[in-house]
């Protein structure tokens, strides 16, 4: 019952919109959104990122805006204005930290999408507004619609509550690029591409692990380092999807003894890094290896783990477009050749 309640209100919230019933805001200068139709986990964060820096590459300067989910604050926040990193992880939520400090870009939390978007314009000159997680956001017109798909969305059958499902798979229609994660079967998607919609296959590069404090220099680091991990590791996590990165670490040959995993978006407290210290000292275990996301959560705790001789590594990963990337960097390029909005 709930989950046709659910599908219904989502359905005549989407045909208001299509049928101009209620306001869509234009905004002056393009708009990309990066979404996708299931709950977390899809790798919205590092694709946006991958986007940024195409648009960064071009000259341009976008903000990158999203709610901040599971922050610890409410209203609009000023993540980095550009040049500088203005908030803290606590205020700003891991993953729009994570994007203040991976690129040099005005990043902003706050639900109210439309508000931010023109403060952005306004304030910082940003010249293309760059949604992670804006799929659902509809009041705000995008110009470029960017839907992700991965193995775990292609599992779900249903919506919530029931399922994972935030959207059928018909909504896909409203997008204008649909991204699947290299090694799926596309004629296994309960969903027929339009002529007009551009296919991507995407897939995921793993980059060299890191060392914690060396994120506190914003990634100013010589990037030839290399460290060899010791085979006596524990994996440490707070993601919608932990397993996937066990696949990850296996696919670089890494077998931690035991993976602690919190739950997705988790803060960690000192009384976790207690308990996180105390299970390495019980294994024997003088590493830890973690995600990015992970890690701009536990920066402030990486004396505690120093005073114990603890490692902490950072397995850094990238999304990058294996098909069509020629097409769709043109898509990108029209977007600031078009004289009128």
Do not use: W
């Amino acid at each position: 019952m709930f989950r046709h309640l659910y599908s219904f209100v989502i359905q005549i919230n989407s045909y208001l919109y299509t049928k101009k019933i209620r306001k869509i805001t234009k905004l002056k200068v393009p708009v990309i959104s990066i979404g996708n139709i299931s709950t977390g986990g899809s790798g919205k964060t590092p694709f946006t990122q991958t986007i940024v820096r195409k648009l960064l590459s071009l000259h341009q300067n976008p903000a990158v805006i999203s709610r901040g989910y599971k922050r610890k604050s409410k209203g609009e926040i000023i993540v980095s204005d550009g040049n500088k990193i203005i908030s803290n992880v606590q205020d700003a939520g891991d993953e729009l930290y994570l994007h203040a400090i991976k690129n040099s870009t005005t990043v902003i939390a706050n639900s109210n999408k439309i508000k931010s978007s023109q403060n952005a314009t306004k304030k910082y000159l940003s010249n293309v507004i760059v949604l992670d997680d804006g799929f659902q956001h509809i009041k705000l017109f995008r110009d470029l619609d960017i839907v992700l798909i991965d193995k775990f969305t292609i599992s779900q059958k249903y919506l919530l509550p029931k399922g994972r499902l935030r959207e059928p798979f018909s909504s896909l229609k409203r997008a204008d690029v649909i991204c699947i994660e290299e090694g799926i079967d596309i004629q296994s998607m309960p969903y027929t591409l339009k002529p007009n919609q551009l296919l991507l296959i995407t897939k995921t590069i793993i980059g060299k692990p890191y060392l914690l404090n060396q994120l506190l220099n914003k990634f100013k680091f010589n990037d030839k380092s290399e460290f060899i991990l010791p085979i006596n590791i524990i994996a440490l996590s707070a993601i919608a999807h932990p397993n996937k990165f066990d696949k990850t670490l296996n696919l670089i040959q890494v077998a931690p003894t035991q993976h602690i995993t919190y739950s997705d978006h988790h803060f960690y407290t000192p009384k976790d890094i207690i308990e996180i210290i105390t299970i390495c000292e019980k294994e024997l275990s003088q590493a830890i290896i973690t995600t990015e996301k992970d890690a701009v959560k536990l920066i402030e705790f990486v004396q505690d783990f120093e005073m114990k001789g603890i490692m902490v590594f950072v397995l850094p990963i990238e999304i990058i477009i294996t098909e069509n990337e020629d097409l769709f960097d043109n898509l990108l390029l029209e977007l600031f050749t078009t004289k009128e909005r």
